[in-house]
């Protein structure tokens, strides 16, 4: 069983930077893909940034150019720089992990003020 980590969540205002981080722990399994989702009030939750193995990125349209995550494979950690945040990235955030199949941590929240 993959046990995440999470950490780096809380409250800053329009235009600032938070740094999320999640450490992954327990799997008997290589991790593939690691990323970060969140999850809006009222809304389904999105991926909004993903990691492969070899380092390819992805990420959703209303976070690029903003948001950028980096992992460190010999950790088993990923991170996930947010830059010039607003509003509308309120959010709980989770950690996302993919050995032989998916995993979700429990969610760090994050509130941007205007």
């Known amino acids: 069983q993959v046990q995440l980590a999470e950490s780096g969540g809380g409250l800053v205002q329009a235009g600032g930077s938070l740094r999320l981080s999640c450490v992954a722990s327990g799997s008997p399994f290589s991790i593939n893909a690691m990323g970060w989702g969140r999850q809006a009030p009222g809304k389904q939750r999105e991926l909004v940034a993903t990691m492969t193995g070899g380092g390819s990125t992805n990420y959703a349209d209303s976070v690029k150019g903003r948001f950028t995550i980096s992992r460190d494979n010999a950790k088993n950690t990923v991170y996930l720089q947010m830059n010039s945040l607003k509003p509308e990235d309120t959010a709980v955030y989770y950690c996302?992990?993919?050995?032989?199949?998916?995993?979700w941590g429990q969610g760090t929240q994050v509130t941007v003020s205007s």
């Open positions: 996302h992990v993919v050995t032989v199949r998916p995993y």
